[in-house]
Structures are given as C-alpha cells and as structure tokens.
C-alpha cells in the first residue's frame, strides 16, 4: 500500500480521528524543510552505497530518484500527504515505487527521529548564515544613517520626559552597537549547531549495524560528529530553542527602534518620517499617514517570544529518549526564524530612508535639556555635585 505509514506492517488502519491529531499540521512544515530532507538523504545513502548495502545500480537509480524529488518541489509538483505523516516517509515511498527493492533500502542504518534532526541541523546551519549576513548589513545601515546624522542635535529622554541632550546619530548608532554585539554571539551559536546527529537513528545508535558517521559529517559539511546518541536526541527542541533565544535579541532592538519610531513621527514630535511609500492610510479619515510597519513590528516580538517559549516549553519536562511531542517544536521554531528573516528585511529596507526634520528636532531643544550641563559647570568650578544639583535646581524652579 503506497499509503502505509512506514512502521506498519499490517492492514489495519490507523483511526482517521488518531491519525488527523497525531499529524496535525506537521506535514506541512515537512514540506517547506523537504530539500534539507533531500540533502541528508544523499549524504546517507553515499555512506550505504560506500559500505556495501546499495550496489552501484541501485545507488545509481536513487541518486536520480532524489534530484527528481528535488526538481518536482521546485516546480511545486511534489507534496506530502497527511497520510504520509512527514517528509521521511513521502521521499521512501517515492523511491521504493519507482526504483523498488534499492528504495526500501534508503532507511538502513537511519530512523525518522535522526532524519528529522539533521534535516534541522542543516536548515539552522543555512538559516544562520543567512541571518548572520543581515543582521551584519543591519548594524552598517544604522552606522550609515548615524554617519548622515551625526551632528543633529535631539532631545534625550528618560521616563518619556525629556532629559538630557543627544544627537540623532548616537540614538541611531545605539542599535547598531547592539547588534554589533548581538554578533558576538552567534560563533558559538555556530559551534553548537554544527555537529551531525545522522546515524545516531532512534537515540541508541545501532549496535550490530556501522554507520559511518565521519563520512556523513564530511559529506554534510559539518564541523563534526555529535557523538552520543540520547544526546542527539535530547538535543532535538534544545538546540532549537537555543538557536531562537540567541537571536532574540534582534528583534527586542528591532521593538525598540519601531517603538522610538512610532513616537518621534507622531505630528506631535514630527522628528522622523518615511516616504510616503512606506506608510499605510486610512479609509475614512483622509489625512491619516500611518507607521503600520512599526506598529506590526513590534507586535511580532512578542509573537517571536511566544514561540520560542512555545519550544521551550515543549521540551520542559521530557523523559529522556524520543518522545512525539517534540514534532510540535518544528512548526513554531521555523515560524519564528521566518519572522525574524521579514523583519530584517523590513528594516534593511526602512533604515537607509529615514528622514530627519531638523527644525522640529532644533526647536525642541528647550532649557531644561541643559540644567545637567549648568551643575557640571558648576563642579568645574569647584563646587561639589550636590551643592550645585540644589543650586541649579533651586534657579530653575524660581523662573516664573
């Protein structure tokens, strides 16, 4: 039966109410990890083609059977069945009805559970690489802007009232030393993620069977191989859940740069704008220019926390070996990656077009803004912190 779930050996059918609930929506995220799927499964049968399980012919004819699935899913013609549970078991079943007795053999040595792992092993490594890059080009553009503004004066803030004197560049390069330093994170982010979970299978390895792990690990392009195999299992969830709270700082800057922007370009600061292109309207008051993208930013932080917590919270409490509740980390983690990739997107595409209206930003200079620097000249006068704090104080709270 081409729909049989791959540990089924009877007739008997899975209850269609279990089946839908166990599968959920799952086969779904298979499908959008299916080409890290692909990879792996290369990599794995060269290893059993090297040790003697696949002959040349039927590593010849799988070899083809991949690259076709890959080119159907370019072409948006390869899809998993919820029957099919996952991608795993799509691609053994494309295999074994094209090319038989070689397709059945693509699972030796290997279970879903190490597919699913190095399939996400290889999309963080890729996602990483990617996110590293923006997030780099990120703090330049800010480093960029803060250049063009240097010298513009603005009111700094403390409790929402203003405090103290400020340029627009320092507020500007604020962000772009927080991602600075978010980068110093990401190599050992980098060091954790790259080590290959294939062939440690369901969590104990296979006594009796040699997996060649080295060669997979060489083939892979990973660092290393993740040695003992609970950990690989363990490590399902866990490394996802750390790759997500490593980079969560990203889109906590990116909150406070929409939250800053949705204040300073509100007609009652008027220090920021954007082009026109970037601001949405209202469909009955037709004045209106609205910062939507700020304001669905910073909405999607807390929808970023949510789902690294979601992971996390998955993972909390678990026996040790496989348990079917880490399927449920898959969806959230990826959603999550996705959403910090738009949200640089946005940004990369909204920090080089900012517009400053120096005279707003001049003609709110007020006194006030400059009390600190009056005590300052105070104590450069030999006059002790404290005694011109009251002096100045008391001068200002005197004015009529």
């Keep these: 039966m081409a729909d049989k779930k791959l540990w089924q050996s009877a007739e ?88 038989g007795e070689a397709g059945k053999k693509i699972h030796t040595g290997r ?29 330049e553009a800010f480093r960029t802007a803060a250049g063009r503004h240097a010298t513009q004066a603005m009111p700094g803030y403390t409790h929402l009232q203003r405090a103290m004197p400020t340029t627009v560049g320092v507020w500007l390069a604020s962000f772009a030393e927080a991602l600075e330093d978010l980068l110093l994170l990401l190599p050992g982010l980098q060091k954790l993620i790259d080590q290959n ?44 859940n750390i790759f997500l709270s490593t980079l969560a700082p990203a889109m906590l800057i990116a909150g406070r740069f929409a939250n800053d922007m949705l204040l300073f370009s509100s007609a009652e600061f008027n220090f920021l704008a954007l082009p026109p292109e970037y601001t949405t309207g209202s469909s009955i008051m037709p004045q209106k220019r609205n910062y939507d993208l700020f304001e669905i930013m910073r909405g999607n932080v807390r929808r970023y926390l949510h789902w690294q917590r979601e992971v996390e919270d998955i993972t909390a409490g678990l026996f040790s070996g496989y348990q079917r509740d880490l399927q449920l980390t898959k969806r959230p983690f990826t959603r999550a990656v996705a959403l910090l990739e738009n949200t640089l997107r946005v940004l990369l595409e909204t920090v080089p077009r900012l517009i400053v209206n120096r005279a707003a930003l001049e003609a709110a200079m007020s006194e006030e803004l400059f009390l600190t620097e009056k005590v300052y000249e105070q104590v450069n006068r030999g006059l002790s912190f404290r005694q011109a704090y009251h002096q100045v104080k008391k001068e200002w709270q005197s004015k009529p």
């Design 197 to 240: 979970p294939l062939g440690s299978a369901s969590g104990f390895g296979i006594a009796n069977f040699k997996n060649d792990r080295a060669f997979t690990t060489r083939k892979l392009g990973f660092a290393r191989v993740q040695e003992n195999p609970i950990y690989c299992a363990h490590s399902r969830g866990s490394f996802e």
């Design 12 to 99: 008997t059918p899975l209850n269609t109410l279990i089946e839908a609930y166990t599968v959920g929506d799952d086969y779904l995220t298979d499908g959008e990890l299916l080409p890290f799927d692909l990879r792996a499964s290369e990599a794995h049968g060269a290893m059993l083609h090297k040790q003697g399980v696949l002959s040349d012919d039927e590593w010849r004819a799988l070899q083809t059977g991949l690259r076709e699935i890959g080119e159907l899913w370019e072409q948006g013609r390869f899809s998993i069945r919820p029957e099919q549970e996952d991608g795993h078991t799509a691609i053994e079943q494309f295999l074994t009805e094209k090319y």
């Design 111 to 139: 279970s879903r559970n190490d597919q699913a792992l190095v399939m996400l092993r290889l999309f963080m490594k890729e996602r990483l690489g990617s996110l590293r890059q923006s997030l780099r080009s990120l703090a």
